[in-house]
C-alpha cells in the first residue's frame, strides 16, 4: 500500500451500511448517530503474498478466496467484541472499544484486541495451509495495534451512512501493519503492557506470558519517536 493510499483508507475507515451488521448489536441506536470521540484500540490487517501469487488464477477464484478471508477474520473480530470498519481488498481494519466509554473499558478492549490478533494469526495459518495445497499460494497476516482516541460516528451522504473511526491512531495502525513482517503482530508500548498485566494468577499458579520483542522506535518527524514492540515468529518468512 503506497503513502496515497494509506492516506485515503485512514481518511475513509468505514463499515459497510450499519443496517444487518451484528457486530454493532451492542451499540445503540442514538451512540451510533452520535459523534463523539473515544478511547478505541484500531487493529490493522493486511494478507502478505496474495496480491502477487493471485495473479495466476481466475477472478471468480480471487473474490472467492477473499470473500473466504474477510468472512473468517469478520468472525474472529466479532467473537472478541470487535467491529470490522473495513475492508479494502485484501487489508482489514477493525476497532475495539467504539461501544463504550465506561471507565475500564479501555484496557478491557486491548485485552480483546490482542487476543484478536492472535486468534487471526492462527486462522490466517489455517487458511494459508489450505490455499497452499489447493492453490500452491503462500500466504501470511501482517498486523498492526494502536490504542488511542478517536472520532467515531456516522459520516457519509445523505443516501448513505456508514459508521466512521478516524484519527491519528488509525494511520499508526496502518503504520505498524506495515512495519510487521508476514506473521508477525506489531504494537506500541501501552499494548505491549496491557499483554504483560494480561498475565493472571490462578490458582497460584502463572499463566505464561506471550514473548515479545522490542522492536527498533518508529520516527514521526519533529515528535518523539514510538517505541514498538512485537509477536513475532522464530522462522521469518521469505516475503513481508
Known sequence: MTDLQVSQFTMASH????AGRPALAGISLRSLKQSDRRDVVVLCADLRGFKQNSQMLSAHTVLAMLDTFCSRMNEIIECNGGVLVNIQGDTLLAAFGIGSSIEGAQSEALRHAITCAQQMQAGAQAMADEWAEEFGLRTALGIGLKSGEAVVGLSGTADLQRYTVFGDCVELAIRFMHRARAGEIVFSADVNKA????CAVTNGVTNSVT???TLPEMARGGL?????????IETRLDFT
Open 211 to 213: 514473548n515479545t520483542e
Open 195 to 198: 499483554l504483560q498485566d494480561s
Open 224 to 232: 518523539a519517536p514510538i517505541e514498538l514492540f512485537g509477536i513475532t
Open 15 to 18: 463499515l459497510p451500511p450499519v
